[in-house]
């Protein structure tokens, strides 16, 4: 996976939490509910640089942006479920050994109000809210496709002015249903006003990243056979991309792909992800078990007949 960032990015620097020999890694032994916080501090390494912008990776950019670079740390935009606090998602700074080590040492002390990054970061810079208007990012540098936390009818004013789209909270444009031969996504009515944003993510790996994927990229998984169909589930250890390479984009659905697919729609119902008014709907759901419970009978006399 190193291998193909690098072809792609100019950069690719790996990052070890808590298990480097550094003393604020070994520092934050003491803590190690923040592992995952104390990741995205190590931003601020990279003094190689003199201003930087960070990228959730659940971020999609859909207009140049360089004017970010105009900001002074920390700049960020508002987040909606709590406007004084920014959204840590995207926000500029200056990379610098000192900040990292300050940040470090307030994490240590200190921990985070939400368990996360953002809480950690708004704790640090707390007097973005109220110091600085500079500072403060308009919202169209990360904007959230969730529905529950947009307002619908601005979202759709300005929807063309939008330069960064967040898929904060459990909107995840890999976990919603995708169908590999139409290379249409399914979305369900809570993100539909962001359905063609969702659908550029999907055309965007499609034409440029699943190409760049192989199976190598994940451990093995286990396969088994249920009536005649090839179910494959894969262990936790198991790559997202290894798995996504498996898609056969634009191509007839065989057998094994359905069964793969499948798979892929049941993550996305245990995670949250439900497609109520498609594959996921009562009317089929319905089908589905009258067709298992007319199918319990035969199945039961054929296994009296073979008993005899």
């Not at 940040?103 to 109220?130: C, H, M, P, R, V």
């Not at 529950?148 to 967040?166: E, M, T, V």
């Not at 056969?248 to 892929?264: D, K, V, W």
């Amino acid at each position: 996976m190193r291998d193909r960032l690098k072809d792609v990015y100019n950069i690719v620097q790996e990052v070890n939490v808590l298990d480097s020999q550094d003393a604020a890694n070994l520092a934050l032994l003491s803590r190690p509910e923040l592992g995952v916080t104390f990741t995205k501090l190590h931003c601020w390494r990279l003094v190689q640089f003199e201003k930087c912008v960070f990228l959730d990776a659940d971020t999609l950019v859909l207009q140049n942006c360089d004017e970010l670079f105009e900001r002074e740390e920390l700049s960020a935009a508002p987040d909606v479920s709590w406007p004084d606090c920014f959204n840590s998602g995207v926000f500029v700074y200056k990379p610098s050994v000192e900040t990292f080590t300050q940040i470090t040492e307030f994490a240590i002390k200190n921990g985070s109000f939400d368990g996360g990054d953002q809480g950690l970061l708004n704790q640090y810079f707390a007097d973005w809210a109220t110091a600085d208007i500079k500072k403060h990012l308009p919202f169209v540098y990360n904007v959230t496709a969730y529905a529950s936390y947009c307002y619908l009818p601005a979202f759709k004013q300005f929807r063309d002015k939008i330069k960064i789209l967040h898929f904060a909270g459990k909107l995840k444009p890999w976990l919603l249903q995708f169908n590999s031969e139409s290379k249409q996504v399914s979305v369900s009515s809570d993100y539909a006003h962001a359905k063609d944003l969702i659908q550029l993510w999907w055309n965007i790996f499609c034409d440029k990243v699943h190409q760049s994927l192989s199976d190598n990229m994940q451990t093995q998984g286990t396969a088994s056979s249920d009536n005649s169909t090839t179910h494959k589930s894969f262990n936790n250890e198991a790559g997202l991309a290894g798995a996504l390479s498996q898609l056969q984009i634009g191509q007839q659905r065989s057998p094994e792909q359905e069964a793969y697919e499948n798979l892929m729609r049941r993550q996305c119902w245990e995670s949250g992800q439900i497609d109520y008014s498609g594959a996921d709907s009562f009317d089929n759901i319905w089908k589905k078990i009258s067709q298992t419970l007319e199918a319990k009978p035969a199945e039961k006399e054929a296994d009296q007949t073979g008993s005899s």
